[in-house]
């Protein structure tokens, strides 16, 4: 039974994305090519409807709420029916947005009430989280701010990385099997169950949706898939350890990066910091020399092997973990120096590399 929903569900999110396409074009749900598109022709947004349309069909089958319990939540029939009303509010702004691009303010008003529902309704809130060496951080009247304020930032971080035919999709697909895979080892049904339902959906839609792309997610897709990420991250892990918190951040570290590295770039080139831009992670892997395929396939990878080193953390020592993080660190600012995602001419890791260098070494001495 459980597998055979799964499987309808990804062929109804087959069945439904052409469908979802012809309404597109019929209510003027397109995006138009400008300078910062890659897409040089009119295309049809609102695809995401086809995933939340097939999610809503898995979660009224399988009935998660009732039949796979969360086990650190006492209130979890409350925290399913939230997370469904939050979710019916993030995907109508997704909607009015693909259709008439309403104001990012009203954009921002509808996450906000969305989280809103989740963390305060819902009563889903990271109140704590202990620290590594001992003692533990403890958020206090913050924990309702901090909790929504993760919701709504990856949110609109899977947002920003869809910029790339099967991007957005491709990557949120990859996060919510790593999330299922690992509520699975720490016992979380309700939350693996969400997540399968979630991500097979997508992956209907993603045949579509993969380059070259008959169909946009559009804000419809992406703010949905950033909304239901957020939540399910947190489900698993919330009040448990550092490490345990860092699980999720490492799930998403593809989006996440990009988000903060575009804030730093902004801050960096003095640019406000609602200010548009085409130096984002997929912009910059184009522009050194990689096609729209390899470029969405290196952030694939980027994504598992992000994931693989979540799992890792589950089975390591604390003093492996940290040494795991570290690599993944300096990686990481390696990969931002070569293809310039911050600026071209920054490049101080790389710089000091370069300076040890036994022939450079040689030249100062």
Not at 134 to 150: C, R, V
Not at 228 to 256: E, R
Not at 318 to 337: D, P, R, T
Request: aromatic share 10%.
């Amino acid at each position: 039974m459980f597998y055979a929903v799964l499987a309808l569900c990804f062929l109804l999110g087959l069945f439904l994305t052409p469908l979802v396409k012809k309404l597109a074009f019929q209510i003027g749900a397109t995006d138009k090519p400008n300078q910062r598109k890659v897409h040089a022709k009119v295309m049809p947004r609102l695809g995401g409807l086809a995933i939340f349309l097939s999610f809503i069909f898995g979660v009224i089958v399988l009935q998660p709420g009732d039949n796979y319990q969360l086990p650190i939540l006492l209130q979890s029939k409350t925290i399913h029916v939230s997370i469904i009303i939050g979710s019916i509010i993030i995907i109508l702004t997704g909607i009015f947005d693909d259709v008439k691009e309403i104001s990012p303010k009203i954009k921002l008003l509808g996450q906000v009430a969305a989280a809103f529902v989740v963390v305060v309704i819902g009563d889903m809130q990271v109140e704590f989280v202990n620290l590594p060496f001992g003692g533990q951080i403890d958020f206090g009247i913050l924990s309702i701010p901090f909790t929504m304020l993760w919701i709504i930032g990856i949110t609109n971080a899977i947002n920003l990385i869809d910029g790339l035919d099967g991007l957005a999709g491709g990557v949120s697909t990859i996060a919510l099997l790593s999330i299922a895979g690992m509520a699975l080892l720490m016992g979380n049904p309700y939350v693996m169950v969400m997540a399968l339902i979630l991500a097979v959906s997508t992956l209907g839609f993603l045949v579509f949706n993969f380059y070259p792309a008959k169909i946009f997610m559009g804000d419809t897709g992406a703010l949905f898939l950033g909304f239901m990420i957020g939540v399910l991250s947190l489900l698993g892990f919330k009040n448990l350890t550092f490490i345990s918190f860092v699980i999720p951040v490492l799930i998403l570290g593809v989006p996440i990066s990009d988000t903060v590295f575009a804030i730093i770039r902004r801050v960096v080139n003095k640019q406000p910091l609602s200010s548009p831009d085409k130096s984002h992670l997929h912009h910059c892997l184009l522009r050194i020399g990689y096609s729209h395929k390899q470029s969405v396939l290196l952030i694939y990878a980027m994504s598992a092997v992000l994931s693989l080193a979540a799992f890792m953390f589950t089975i390591s020592t604390l003093w492996v973990s940290m040494i795991i993080l570290l690599v993944i660190i300096i990686g990481l600012e390696i990969i931002v120096e070569k293809i310039g995602l911050i600026r071209e001419d920054y490049r101080p890791l790389l710089n000091l590399i370069n300076g040890l260098r036994p022939e450079n070494l040689r030249d100062k001495l």
